[in-house]
Every structure is written in C-alpha cells, then in structure tokens.
C-alpha cells in the first residue's frame, strides 16, 4: 500500500516546468550600448523565491545576435555571482518576448531580496533597449540602470548607478522564471482515490 501511495502521490505532484520570459518589452528606444563593458539592472524578488531557469540577451529584429553575450544574475552587492550563461551568436538561443535565451542550472532566488542581473555587450554590434516601457512577472519588481563602472572590459558586475530611480534599465539581460509547482486538482483526486482503492484491497486481504 505505502508503494501505491508514493507513486500516485509523486504522480499529483508533477508540474508543468515551463519558464516565461520576466521582462517583457512593450515600448522604449533600441541604442547602442559601451562596447565591452557590463550593462544591465537591479531588481527585487517579491513575497516568495523564484526559481531562475534561463538567461537571456535582447535581440533587436528577432533575427539573431551578431555575436555571443555572458549574462549573469549577481547579488546585489556584486560580491558573488549568482548564475551566468552564454547566450550564443545567430538563432540557437530560443526566442521569446524579442530575448534569445539559454538553459542554466536552476537557481532559486531568496524573497524580498535585490539582485542585479548584466550582460557583456561584447564589440558591441547588437542593440539593446534604454528607458523601456516594460511588463514584468509579478514576482519581481525592476529597479534602475545598472553598469561596470570601473570600464574593465571584462564581464562583471555591473554595481555602478546614474541614481535614477525609475530609468528602466540596460535590458541587454533577460531571465526566465520556472512556473509555480501547483499540483492539479485532476491529480490530487487521483490520489484520493488511489489511497480509497489501497485500503479497500487491504480490507479484503485480511
């Protein structure tokens, strides 16, 4: 019976791990960003973690990028850097909400926590966006433009701000987050019935 239960109750928890994009560009203006250096923004999780599954750069026409970008989510002091990924040049990256974005291990980012998130405009050769109109997943609030103010031409956090409160942000950088892990109502009536079946087989066995 404890077989049966486990494996029915394994079967009403599985999910739908589908990512969506957390930013999603619905106005703004494409410019150039500075050549090698780090670009991006700080942002906030919400009441609960998030779990990051894939890091994304912008791609201006949905065409392709003319080169590969490191992305990187840091905390929010820059000490440590969280998760990163190459986002690599052309259409091998999946597009979504004009991002091309790469799987990463998943990491769960704490609640009620900032982070910066940045990505290494390379030669610059691809366009990201300034001062976007934006609609963001619930779980998370955007903060401000962020950026390598040491001009160290490698990739690294970008902690430097202009102290502007509500510029929207470099989105060179994108992220997904994982869907919710919310079993099914199908499924949890799967495992009522399964624990009903298993007991009533082990009333007629005695």
């Known amino acids: ?8 109750l394994l079967s009403a928890c599985a999910f739908d ?11 703004g203006t494409e410019t150039t960003g500075f050549p090698t250096r780090t670009q991006g923004f700080n942002f906030f999780t919400n009441a609960a973690p998030v779990t990051i ?11 392709g990028l003319n080169q590969s970008h490191e992305v990187g989510i840091w905390t929010a002091d820059g000490s440590t850097l969280i998760a990163s ?22 990491v ?13 405009n390379g030669d610059n050769t691809d366009a990201i966006t300034r001062f976007a109109s934006a609609t963001t997943d619930p779980r998370i609030t955007l903060g ?3 950026f390598d103010v040491q001009f160290s031409g490698v990739f690294t956090a970008p902690t430097g701000s202009q102290g502007q ?29 399964g624990i009903a079946l298993a007991i009533l087989k082990r009333r007629h066995s005695l």
Do not use: H
Not at 17 to 27: D, E, F, L, P, R
Not at 55 to 63: M, V
């Open 53 to 63: 599954s894939q890091l994304g750069f912008y791609d201006s026409g949905s065409d």
């Open 144 to 146: 401000s433009t962020r």
């Open 17 to 27: 791990a589908a990512s969506a994009a957390a930013i999603t560009i619905t106005g």
């Open 1 to 8: 019976m404890k077989t049966l239960f486990l494996t029915l």
């Open 165 to 193: 409160t509500f510029d929207d942000g470099y989105f060179g950088p994108n992220f997904q987050i994982s869907a919710d892990e919310v079993p099914e109502p199908a499924a949890i009536t799967l495992v009522a019935a």
């Open 108 to 120: 769960v980012l704490a609640a009620n926590t900032e982070y910066l998130a940045g990505a290494f």
């Open 85 to 106: 990924a190459i986002v690599p040049s052309g259409t091998a990256g999946t597009l979504d909400s004009g991002f091309r974005f790469v799987a990463i291990t998943p």
